[in-house]
């Protein structure tokens, strides 16, 4: 079982929609947890981190976390064309490591 | 402007000579890391360091040296040794090790010939 996992995708939604993006984690006692846009062919950058279980909103993104159910979730509202990206998950294990999931590709169609 | 310098930002070797990839920040950041992406995974940590003149392995060290010789600085060579180099590299900086609060340049791709 992977330490982090993501659903590779590609995962499309229309012009509009909301883009719902799941992650899952392995070890119970990991406590932070951080969202990371890469668009093809650059470098990635930190969109949302959350510490606590619930929801923290930011604009059209919404991060969830539930430390129960070992899952982070990652919402986009009316989403954009130019949210078109692959959405990197990554999670500080109870060790202090931060590892990251294989991404997962979205596509927002016009 | 704060932030992080990769260069080059493409690079063509051919197979058995080593390259050096240089990494720069003027965020006055501790901590500095090297990242390898392969096409369709995730990022691979390959050193950091969390200190001038510390660093260490990461999960994928085999074939790579660092050096930490000042704190802007964070050069990663990529040696004869690595069976594979071709890949996309990233190097990233955070105020300390235990943060996922990442900061990363622009990236450098290595390709083999």
């Known amino acids: 079982q992977k330490e982090v996992e993501q659903n590779s995708g590609p995962l499309s939604v229309p012009e509009g929609a909301i883009a719902s993006l799941n992650c899952t984690y392995s070890d119970r006692g990991s406590q932070s947890f951080f969202w990371y846009r890469q668009y093809s062919g650059k470098s990635p950058e930190l969109i949302m981190f959350i510490y606590s279980n619930g929801d923290k909103e930011d604009g059209r993104f919404t991060a969830q976390l539930n430390k129960a159910s070992q899952y982070v979730s990652l919402l986009i509202r009316d989403s954009q064309p130019s949210d078109s990206a692959t959405y990197l998950c990554a999670v500080i294990s109870p060790w202090g490591k931060l590892i990251f999931g294989q991404g997962t590709e979205l596509s927002v169609k016009p | 402007d704060g932030g992080i310098t990769q260069s080059p930002k493409y690079l063509f070797r051919k197979e058995g000579q080593n390259v050096t990839l240089s990494c720069e920040q003027n965020?006055?950041?501790?901590?500095m890391y090297w990242y390898r992406q392969d096409p369709g995974q995730g990022l691979r940590l390959i050193y950091y360091?969390?200190?001038?003149?510390?660093?260490q392995k990461g999960d994928i060290a085999e074939g790579y040296s660092v050096s930490r010789e000042k704190k802007e600085s964070f050069p990663l060579t990529v040696t004869s040794a690595q069976k594979n180099p071709t890949a996309f590299y990233l190097c990233?900086?955070?105020?300390?090790?235990?943060?996922?609060?990442?900061?990363f340049g622009e990236g450098s791709r290595l390709t083999v010939l």
């Open positions: 360091s969390q200190i001038v003149n510390d660093f």
């Open positions: 965020l006055n950041h501790d901590a």
């Open positions: 990233a900086s955070s105020i300390r090790t235990d943060t996922g609060e990442l900061f």
